[in-house]
């Protein structure tokens, strides 16, 4: 199948970006170099193509309730303008999806949007329409991500640079509000909002304006690779890596993320995430940080000082920020305290390592 | 975009390098490699004293995005490692020829150097 094209696709090919497939997208992983990508994300402004992020709108009547009971967070919450960080979950309570729920404003023609991981769009189109089917609710449900680009502006400076951009002021926007502001004459759907750590902001637009709004927010191209970089450092999860519905099925609570369940509501996994809450998880989303040298990865074994194998690494990298090898995976409840000594098997040798907090940049 | 390929050294379709010598010669990996690895961030490098085969493995480089194993070019005896590149690994991107040096090797009577590839057959390759 042919991978499907970000609308800035040639421009960063002209650029000098070397692409990676990502969810089935043709996307950039580097522009100069992972590290220097990163250092201008967690000391100055760099600028990402998200665009293989997916947009969904949600409209109608029974907008809201389509969304209560297919996330597991309280939409009932957001007023115009907010958002939040949510999960999808199936009936067992395990994570299809993470995504951000976005509250529209009021007159917009769709009262929600939410993204979705790249290449989960059209899943979650046929999600939410087969539900909304069989529940007989009365919503549109509109697959956009073609229309769209998206860009995440991120750094300290991201507010100084989008601020002298932008028409409207976006500085009175608080963390996890959102407004349309338009930037170089282009309305563009403005969250502080991010992947990285960081300050900054991310913006839906039109993908036939994508050009303009990218060469104006001038700084630091960034790519896929300084993105995971900056995420792993923070502990956020990837989808597809640190948890996959298919090959590593986790809930909310196994995955750290309980806080974004509110069992006060009613939806799709609901009950069975109930039971997880009141009986506690078996295994916890750890950071781990290596003592020896050497750089984890996703799948190598963690082991306890027995050298059993008792979990995996989900994700690792060599920290650009911190110079020090850091992971994130799963192991039972016994070991995640932060301290305690583990292993990680590194092609067949096994390195010392600690559960360490996350994220790891506040240690 | 062009990458630097020394007329001094002989290389190894795996992309390491090393010097054209009779006794002593060193071991790298080279510019066009450094480039489609990214920013390295760690090496794993064998002891002095230790034995080298042509074309088995004697290490790994490690980018942040990609493992890559390394390959002997020789036959012969580690007699030095790069040791600066265990605090700056960074050394094989800025300058994989010459401070991103990796291995000095006493070469055996029959060290494996004929088969290796010259400058121009490397070139050809890459480009």
């Known amino acids: ?363 | 975009m062009s990458f630097d390929v020394p007329a001094d050294r002989k290389y190894m379709e795996s992309h390491e390098w090393v010097t054209d010598a009779d006794d002593t010669a060193k071991v790298g990996i080279t510019d066009f490699a450094q480039d489609e690895l990214g920013d390295v961030v760690f090496v794993e490098l064998p002891d002095e004293g230790d034995d080298l085969t042509k074309d088995e493995e004697f290490g790994v480089v490690e980018s942040i995005k990609a493992v890559s194993d390394l390959y002997s070019p020789v036959n012969g005896t580690v007699v030095a490692v790069n040791e600066a590149l265990a605090d700056q690994p960074e050394l094989v991107n800025d300058d994989p020829f010459g401070d991103g040096w990796m291995l000095e090797v006493e070469l055996d009577d029959d060290s494996g150097m004929d088969d290796l590839l010259s400058a121009d057959e490397y070139r050809e390759q890459i480009e």
């Not at chain 1, 100084?160 to 338009?182: C, H, N, P, R, W």
């Open chain 1, 1 to 363: 199948m042919a991978l499907r094209k970000p609308p800035l696709r040639d421009v960063h090919d002209a650029r000098g970006a070397t692409f990676t497939e990502f969810g089935g997208w043709d996307m950039p992983v580097e522009f100069e170099s992972i590290t220097d990508e990163h250092r201008a994300v967690r000391e100055e402004v760099g600028i990402f193509d998200v665009s293989h992020m997916g947009e969904i709108e949600v409209a109608g009547p029974d907008a809201e309730a389509l969304m209560q009971r297919l996330t597991t967070n309280d939409v009932t919450a957001l007023d115009p303008g907010d958002s939040h960080y949510s999960m999808i979950t199936d009936e067992d309570g395990v994570i299809v999806d993470d995504t951000v729920v976005y509250r529209l404003p009021e007159g917009d023609e769709a009262e929600f949007l939410f993204v979705p991981n790249a290449g989960h769009d059209e899943q979650m189109h046929e999600h939410w329409t087969a539900h909304r089917n069989e529940w007989d609710l009365d919503a549109t449900v509109s697959n956009a991500t073609d229309e769209y680009a998206m860009f995440a502006l991120q750094g300290p400076d991201a507010p100084e640079l989008l601020g002298e951009v932008a028409e409207e002021s976006i500085l009175d926007l608080q963390k996890f509000e959102a407004k349309y502001a338009t930037v170089a004459g282009v309305e563009c759907w403005t969250a502080r909002t991010g992947y990285t750590g960081e300050d900054g902001f991310e913006l839906v637009l039109p993908a036939a304006e994508a050009e303009t709004v990218w060469e104006a927010l001038d700084c630091q191209p960034c790519g896929l690779g300084a993105r995971d970089t900056l995420r792993l450092e923070m502990g956020f999860l990837l989808s597809g890596q640190d948890f996959d519905h298919e090959d590593d099925p986790r809930n909310p609570y196994e995955a750290g993320v309980g806080w974004t369940v509110k069992l006060d509501t009613e939806f799709v996994g609901r009950d069975a995430l109930e039971r997880v809450e009141a009986e506690g998880v078996e295994e916890e989303f750890v950071g781990i940080k290596l003592v020896d040298r050497g750089v984890p990865r996703h799948g190598y074994d963690v082991t306890n000082t027995d050298d059993v194998i008792i979990g995996q690494v989900t994700s690792g990298t060599m920290s650009p920020t911190l110079g020090e090898p850091i992971a994130l995976g799963y192991v039972p409840t016994e070991y995640a305290d932060p301290g305690a000594v583990v292993n990680v098997v590194v092609r067949g040798q096994s390195k010392k390592a600690k559960i360490a907090n996350t994220p790891f940049l506040s240690d």
